[in-house]
């Protein structure tokens, strides 16, 4: 019996390499913002977020 698996193995590598650029973007995401809002003066950080909790209805006050 001849199985041929070569398929399975570029959609197995295709599977991984898209799972690591996902990864890889979410961290860089999460970096971008940690550091944007950490370098931001305090009232625009204060703004943002509070207009965030208070467009998806979540009382901050």
């Known amino acids: ?18 799972k690591n650029l996902q ?3 979410a961290a860089a995401l999460g970096l971008i913002i940690l550091f944007g809002v950490g370098f931001a003066p305090m009232d625009i ?9 208070h467009s998806v209805a979540f009382p901050c006050h």
């Open 1 to 18: 019996m001849n199985v041929n698996n070569s398929a399975s193995l570029e959609h197995s590598v295709s599977v991984s390499a898209s």
């Open 23 to 25: 990864i890889f973007a």
């Open 45 to 53: 950080a204060h703004n943002a977020a509070h207009d965030t909790r």
